[in-house]
């Protein structure tokens, strides 16, 4: 199944933590300097992480996911 998640380009990524502070369901964490995201299954596929990026390291993706279908969007 595919799931619309957030994805962080690395590169871009500058670790200020704005996409942490806007994921209400605490999906992502600044780890290593980089923003990861730790817990796709809780992600609701709102794409509040997106705007705040200042490096517009985040865009939206389906990607390949398993867990709780009630949660986000699927196909």
């Known amino acids: 199944m595919l799931k619309w998640l957030p994805v962080v380009e690395p590169s871009l990524c500058d670790g200020c933590g704005a ?32 705007e705040p990026c200042p490096t517009t390291a985040i865009r939206m993706e389906w990607v390949k996911a398993k867990g709780n279908m009630q949660v986000g969007r699927w196909l």
């Open 19 to 50: 996409c942490v502070e806007a994921c209400s369901p605490q999906c992502l964490e600044v780890v290593g300097g980089v923003a990861v995201l730790m817990a796709p299954d809780l992600c609701g596929s709102e794409e509040h992480c997106i």
